[in-house]
C-alpha cells in the first residue's frame, strides 16, 4: 500500500536551516501535486508550499523567499528547504501527495522545533 514519510525535522536556531525530505513508496500511479502543510499547537493545520506535477509551485506568504520546494518524480521525493527560520515556523510538518483522482495520502509529520 501506499506509504508517505516525512524525516529531516529537529531543533534549530532562529536563523538556522532545515531539509525536510518526504518519500512516497507503494507508488504504483503517476502523482500529482505534491505539498507541505504545518499544524503548530492549538492552530489549523496550514500549507506552507505545494509543487504540481508540472514544477509549478506555490507558497504561504509567510514563507517566501525563505523556503523552497522541489520534487524528484524519479525517487518520488518532495522536500522543503528551510532558510532563515524564526520560531513562528515550529510546528510538526506534514507532506502529502495527490493521485491523478484527488485522492491524498498523508505522512505522520515531523518536528521542527526554532528555538529563539
Known amino acids: 500500500q501506499v506509504q508517505v514519510a516525512e524525516s529531516g525535522g529537529g531543533l534549530v536556531q532562529a536563523g538556522g536551516s532545515l531539509r525536510l525530505s518526504c518519500a512516497a513508496s507503494g507508488i504504483t500511479f503517476r502523482i500529482n501535486a505534491m505539498g507541505w502543510y504545518r499544524q503548530a499547537p492549538g492552530k489549523q493545520r496550514e500549507l506552507v508550499a505545494d509543487i504540481s506535477s508540472s514544477f509549478s509551485t506555490n507558497y504561504a506568504e509567510s514563507v517566501k523567499g525563505r523556503f523552497t520546494i522541489s520534487r524528484d518524480n524519479a525517487k518520488n521525493t518532495v522536500y522543503l528547504q528551510m532558510n532563515s527560520l524564526k520560531p513562528e515556523d515550529t510546528a510538526v510538518y506534514y507532506c502529502?501527495?495527490?493521485?491523478?483522482?484527488?485522492?491524498?495520502?498523508w505522512g505522520q509529520g515531523t518536528q521542527v522545533t526554532v528555538s529563539s
Open positions: 502529502n501527495i495527490k493521485t491523478p483522482r484527488a485522492y491524498v495520502y
